[in-house]
């Protein structure tokens, strides 16, 4: 018999705030954290918004030793983590160190900043700047790694860098690696820096939004006016544990695993499939035993592209029909893209808990493309369900689906 999984701990770093008060507070008066970026320099860049996080730093709170491997991805998670494991009460206990706990993280890639070392090296022949932690800040699996060094972990690691479903697939595969008797514990999540070439790399497939005077305004998921995304940045993690463990030892549990799904489009790098994420769907379903009316309540991955949107919509109407309640996050902290499933997984679960389910901010009037499903839109959502699903789509045509019981 499988092990049931549970999550223990919850905590993110996050452009709202580093807790669920002060950023639930902020999504209910409507705030978003898009802002105007000083990007004038970069002249090929339309897009010159983002959803940075101020004043981040963990200088004074880690040593020069503890962070010469970190780049920034790296701090975000480990910070987010240090939280998750307080919350969950396990920071600081042996179990961490008992090759019982693992790591399942992931980012669309590490460090940008180190990168500039190496074309140095290439371009010039030698570089003032490359040195012996270099590699360790700019691979992909450098988030997973340093929170393992970081806590002395020696259990399993499993990275994830498959872009915007790296944080939903690392929650994804944890609980699979604790059903299957791997580990008791696994720390799953997923984080991601803002950088100038993770807008580049969707400016340059005019996928970006360029209301550059109207940062209030932008994005706006599922809405017909939308014209595109916005980058931002940070990191969640999740808990993980089997459920017999956690109650033997006392834990608060705030929510059960019970279903996940991926797979993959094998049609086009950048065009998502509605006929594929509908299949991710129904494999998350199949998996917790439901049917398709047991769900309440879906995140949707909506990231204010046409596309996209378009597709995930059909997806999810394919499933559960009309009137299925479904917002999207992005609204307020723009794509966070490797951090964006487990930082949606996070706040899916708190507004689960509450029973109240904020709107997809700036949507004022659905895309007539999108399918029929009840969007929620202008004021918060009340709202009970035992059963919540969580949505994300990657470019690569990856597909993952999660389900959250309430606990």
């Not at 998670?77 to 396990?90: D, H, I, N, R």
């Not at 140095?120 to 988030?143: F, I, P």
Request: negative net charge; aromatic residues 8%; glycine residues 10%.
């Amino acid at each position: 018999m499988s092990r049931r999984v549970v999550v223990t701990g919850m905590a993110g770093v996050t452009a709202l705030g580093n807790d669920w008060p002060t950023i639930r507070a902020r999504l209910h008066a409507g705030e978003t954290a898009i802002r105007r970026m000083d990007w004038d320099y970069y002249t090929g860049i339309n897009a010159k918004l983002a959803a940075p996080i101020p004043d981040f730093s963990v200088e004074q709170r880690y040593s020069r030793k503890q962070l010469r491997t970190m780049g920034r991805v790296s701090r975000l998670a480990v910070s987010a983590t240090e939280q998750a494991l307080t919350e969950a009460g396990l920071l600081g206990e042996a179990m961490l160190k008992s090759g019982r706990c693992g790591v399942s993280y992931g980012s669309s890639f590490g460090s940008v900043a180190p990168i500039l070392s190496f074309a140095e090296l290439m371009k010039d022949g030698a570089s003032g700047t490359l040195n012996a932690t270099s590699y360790v800040q700019v691979m992909s699996h450098t988030a997973a790694v340093n929170i393992a060094l970081f806590f002395g972990m020696t259990g399993r690691i499993i990275p994830t860098s498959t872009a915007c479903t790296s944080g939903s697939m690392a929650i994804g595969y944890a609980y699979e690696a604790i059903q299957a008797g791997k580990a008791e514990v696994m720390i799953a999540g997923g984080g991601e820096e803002l950088d100038i070439s993770d807008v580049a790399v969707f400016d340059t497939l005019f996928a970006t939004s360029t209301n550059n005077d109207n940062p209030g305004l932008t994005p706006r998921p599922y809405d017909v006016a939308r014209d595109g995304l916005v980058i931002g940045e940070g990191a969640t993690t999740l808990i993980l544990e089997d459920r017999e463990h956690a109650l033997a030892r006392g834990a608060a549990i705030h929510a059960e695993v019970v279903g996940f799904g991926t797979n993959c489009d094998g049609h086009h790098a950048t065009q998502p499939q509605a006929s594929t994420m509908e299949a991710a769907l129904r494999l998350a379903l199949d998996d917790s035993g439901l049917p398709a009316d047991a769900i309440g309540f879906v995140n949707g991955h909506g990231t204010a592209t046409e596309a996209g949107d378009i597709a995930e919509s059909e997806a999810t109407h394919a499933v559960f029909g009309d009137g299925m309640p479904i917002h999207s996050l992005k609204s307020y902290f723009g794509h966070t893209l490797g951090a964006c499933g487990a930082l949606e997984a996070w706040l899916g679960i708190e507004m689960m808990r509450e029973r109240s389910f904020v709107p997809t901010v700036n949507l004022a009037e659905v895309d007539p493309r999108c399918a029929p499903l009840d969007y929620v839109m202008k004021d918060a959502r009340r709202l009970e369900t035992e059963f919540l699903m969580s949505n994300n789509f990657a470019f690569g045509g990856i597909n993952t689906s999660l389900i959250f019981r309430l606990a």
